[in-house]
């Protein structure tokens, strides 16, 4: 556990019949005295944060902008952009006509959200809806040796996996 000027680490692994293998580190806890002073998140912060508005319809849409603009520019004193981003994302329905206002500041949200309300757009917002029949994949691989070719298998026997993989090589190249 020496020297005591770095945190105490200890690992562990471990090793199945299968070739399934399983590490983690443990680390000593920061103590208050080593961690940087903390700093007030959202507007005035310097970092961004997302605010999700949805609705069933674009008119909606605009509406919930609107009204969510009237309630930032009633209370000039809160700065609570974090938690109003997590209740935002976490705490409403996804209806099908989204967008996300990312800001900074108090201002950058207020121009959001008023452009969002008048149908206009500014490189702070986004808009979207969700594509239709889409669907999401996740492919657990494991180890590579326990299926070589694999991927090229499934790159064969799936025009929809081919198509997605090509995309991501041309993104990449």
């Known amino acids: 556990w020496e020297p ?8 562990v692994s471990s ?3 299968s070739g399934t293998n ?4 443990i680390e000593e806890p920061e103590t208050e005295t080593d961690l940087p002073p903390r700093t007030t998140d959202g507007p005035g912060s310097g970092q961004p944060v997302p ?3 949805s609705a069933p319809t674009a008119t909606g849409l ?4 609107a009204a969510l603009a009237a309630h930032v520019e009633s209370r000039p004193e809160e700065s609570g952009a974090t938690e109003t981003g997590l209740a935002l994302a976490t705490g409403r329905t996804a209806f099908g ?3 996300v206002v990312v800001g900074t500041d108090r201002e ?3 121009t959001g959200l008023r452009a969002l309300a008048e149908g206009r757009t500014v490189s702070s917002l986004v808009q979207g809806r969700p594509v239709a029949g889409s669907r999401l994949a996740v492919l657990f691989a ?4 326990q299926r070589v070719g694999m991927g090229r298998e499934l790159y064969a026997a799936q025009p929809g996996y081919a198509a997605a993989f090509d995309e991501v090589c041309a993104a990449l190249d």
């Open 4 to 11: 005591a000027d770095r945190p105490r680490r200890a690992a």
């Open 51 to 53: 605010w999700v508005v």
């Open 22 to 25: 399983a590490h983690v580190i």
């Open 62 to 65: 605009r509406a919930q902008a």
């Open 15 to 17: 090793f199945g019949i």
């Open 97 to 99: 006509h989204r967008a």
């Open 142 to 145: 494991g180890q590579g040796s």
């Open 108 to 110: 950058d949200f207020l």
